[in-house]
């Protein structure tokens, strides 16, 4: 079992930024996949952004230039810079964890753009 949990959302001005964290209960370097997604009102759940243990990512077209995910290993965590956000950026944020066993999910962070 892998404890998974976001933090950091809230309320930011359009164009402004934040910053999301999804930190793991067991080393993350054993976690092959870690991914960030979100999901809005009366919409489907979306992948934003991916990385997996080799560093490689993945970004879904809205938020390409925009948003980059990193991780530490050292910290088990994965981050989330959002820069230039959008109203259409308001959504639940979830973090993933595959461990290839097993599929794990935080319980989410509310992020909001709005002026």
């Known amino acids: 079992q892998v404890q998974v949990a976001e933090s950091g959302g809230g309320l930011v001005q359009p164009g402004g930024a934040l910053s999301l964290s999804c930190t793991v209960s067991r080393s993350s370097s054993s976690i092959y996949y870690m991914g960030w997604f979100r999901q809005a009102p009366g919409k489907q759940r979306e992948l934003v952004a991916s990385i997996i243990s080799d560093g490689l990512t993945n970004y879904a077209d809205s938020v390409k230039g925009r948003f980059s995910i990193s991780r530490d290993n050292a910290k088990n965590t994965v981050y989330l810079q959002m820069n230039s956000l959008k109203p259409e950026d308001t959504a639940v944020y979830y973090c993933?964890?595959?461990?290839?066993?097993?599929?794990?999910w935080g319980q989410g962070t509310q992020v909001t753009v709005s002026s």
């Open positions: 993933n964890a595959n461990t290839g066993w097993g599929d794990f």
